[in-house]
Every structure is written in structure tokens, then in C-alpha cells.
């Protein structure tokens, strides 16, 4: 099993910054793609951005150049900084790891989810 724990979140205005952070711990592999999804109310939960265990990254197209994913691997941490808010960018925000394991294959992996609420 896997364990994530975010932090941050909360309430900004409309050109402000926030940064969330994860910290994972429990069984993971070194095969591993760790990121962040985002829900709003009566919407699906979409990708935000992840990271494989290369550095390799991936951005929806709705917060290119604006956030930026980070991890550092000795600490089972990721961390997405968010600049240049929107208020479409109010969500709840939920850390996902997908674990691989030889013989198993891809495990999902779900954080509490945190609130980033943008006012206009």
C-alpha cells in the first residue's frame, strides 16, 4: 500500500500563487508516475500534471506556463506550483501515484484531495 499526504491549498485571488505538496510513503517502486488531478463540482477529475520517476513531465493544456511540477525522489515528494491563477482553476486537487510492480503492473494510489479555491 501507499499513503499520500498533501498540503497547501486554500483560498487566493485571481493572479496569485499557491504551491501543494505531497509526500508519499509506504510500498513504492522506483517505476513510478506521481501527479496531480483536480475536480470541480459537477465535473470529472481531470489530470493536472504528472512526473514519471525520469523528470519526465506532462501539463494539461489549460495550465501550461503557468504551474509547474516538481519531485524530489529521496524524499517521495511532489509538489505543483500554481501561478497566474484563475478562477477556473477552482478545484479540489488530489494528489495520484501509479505504482508499477513486476507481476502486478500499474497500481492507482489517491490522496485526500485539498481545496484551491481563486477569487475574482
Known amino acids: 500500500q501507499v499513503q499520500l499526504v498533501e498540503s497547501g491549498g486554500g483560498l487566493v485571488q485571481a493572479g496569485g500563487s499557491l504551491r501543494l505538496s505531497c509526500a508519499a510513503s509506504?510500498?513504492?517502486?522506483?517505476?513510478?508516475?506521481m501527479g496531480w488531478f483536480r475536480q470541480a463540482p459537477g465535473k470529472t477529475r481531470d489530470l493536472v500534471a504528472d512526473?514519471?520517476?525520469?523528470?519526465?513531465?506532462n501539463y494539461a493544456d489549460s495550465v501550461k506556463g503557468r504551474f509547474t511540477i516538481s519531485r524530489d525522489i529521496a524524499k517521495a515528494t511532489v509538489d505543483l506550483q500554481m501561478n497566474s491563477l484563475k478562477p477556473d482553476d477552482t478545484a479540489v486537487y488530489y494528489c495520484n501515484a501509479r505504482i508499477y510492480r513486476l507481476g502486478y503492473g500499474w497500481s492507482h494510489y489517491w490522496g485526500q484531495g485539498t481545496q484551491v479555491t481563486v477569487s475574482s
Open positions: 512526473i514519471d520517476s525520469g523528470g519526465t513531465t
Open positions: 509506504g510500498s513504492t517502486s522506483s517505476r513510478n508516475v
